[in-house]
């Protein structure tokens, strides 16, 4: 049910590199991003949700289709959507908020950060950073197996103490991975979790709510697939029953279970851009958006970052993006910081979904323009 990484790695190298075939800077009418939408809804996920946002939030949005196949409830712009991996940087701001108070550090060492575990004398000079940007050495493999998932779903242990178990397990012998070097795994941000539990005596969802969905009023802000009145997660065009195994175990929940609506997600990126000073101070936001030295791809704190013609102040500027999926859903945002402009694109299918977000976000990118 995890995102492959070869999937993740693809989509990160080709988002950034939109190129804006116009000039001036006026943002597309909403006709042009009307039918880029139809455009991308042709591709086939029963859904389809896109906006354009600016640092005050949406500027422009839309959606089609209907919330599950084979019924008619059309799907709504107030409905709630799964943001897969694009939880990751929401629960690295978390961090961020808590440097911020003086609760953490970003060159925190592990052993500091976990002071109940025991971790192996390897992991001695890691950071929450180093998870942050996938660079500590620890992978899926072995961890995040078939064998693990299936039980985590069935564990009904207080969930701070199910991470605090993985986070032991997966520091408690050296790093599988080379160290230093970029290895997307999910695993990171579980043990970022942890570290985020043992700093405030809280369980991640709760922290989550006090740092994040409240400041921000992201009111329909929640976890694991939405119920209700909401969209169906798909895989293959068949919807997925929500009772049983429509996500990832919640004990997974800091590197990707997060739901919330277009507005509230459109709310997170505007203050990622800059658009929430008071949530988020200028010199941790930057920090946040800014990647490790070193061997490719460029990795920020759950952000890919890369350039666009489009994105800069009087030529090329970054970028950040960053895709997610639990093989049910997919999410997909692409942003300019330094501009104020980004583009998210939402579905509740997989395969039909990627390929759908992702033409969609290139063609509204496409109607934008260098200043």
Request: charged fraction near 15%; glycine fraction near 12%; proline fraction near 8%.
């Amino acid at each position: 049910m995890i995102a492959s990484r070869r999937t993740l790695l693809t989509s990160l190298a080709a988002l950034p590199l939109v190129a804006a075939p116009r000039f001036g800077w006026a943002r597309a009418s909403d006709a042009e991003a009307e039918a880029a939408l139809d455009a991308a809804f042709a591709d086939g996920p029963p859904a389809l949700a896109a906006g354009v946002v600016g640092r005050e939030g949406l500027i422009w949005s839309g959606v089609r289709g209907v919330r599950r196949a084979g019924h008619e409830a059309k799907a709504t712009l107030e409905d709630r959507w799964h943001l897969g991996s694009n939880t990751k940087a929401m629960t690295a701001a978390v961090f961020g908020r808590l440097v911020e108070q003086g609760r953490a550090r970003w060159d925190m060492p592990l052993a500091e950060a976990l002071p109940g575990l025991t971790i192996d004398p390897a992991w001695a000079e890691t950071t929450p950073e180093d998870l942050m940007r996938h660079r500590a050495g620890l992978l899926d493999a072995g961890l995040l197996d078939q064998a693990w998932l299936i039980a985590a779903h069935a564990d009904q242990r207080p969930l701070p103490e199910q991470r605090a178990e993985f986070a032991a397990e997966a520091l408690g012998s050296p790093p599988a991975g080379p160290v230093g070097q970029f290895a997307y795994a999910n695993g990171n941000y579980i043990v970022l979790g942890a570290v985020l539990e043992a700093l405030t005596g809280q369980a991640w969802e709760q922290v989550m709510a006090d740092e994040l969905y409240g400041p921000l009023g992201l009111a329909s802000a929640g976890f694991g697939p939405p119920q209700g009145e909401a969209p169906w997660g798909h895989r293959g065009g068949v919807a997925v029953n929500r009772a049983g195994f429509a996500d990832n175990p919640r004990a997974l929940g800091p590197a990707g279970t997060a739901h919330m609506s277009l507005s509230d997600y459109a709310r997170f990126v505007s203050a990622m851009m800059g658009g929430a000073p008071d949530w988020l101070g200028e010199a941790t936001r930057r920090h946040l958006l800014t990647p490790a030295a070193g061997s490719p791809p460029a990795y920020a704190a759950g952000w890919g970052v890369g350039t666009a013609p489009w994105a800069g102040v009087g030529g090329p500027g970054p970028t950040i993006t960053h895709n997610g999926s639990n093989t049910m859903w997919f999410a997909t945002v692409l942003a300019a910081p330094e501009r104020g402009l980004g583009f998210i694109a939402l579905a509740n299918d997989a395969a039909a979904g990627q390929r759908a977000c992702q033409t969609l976000v290139q063609r509204l990118a496409a109607l934008q323009s260098p200043a």
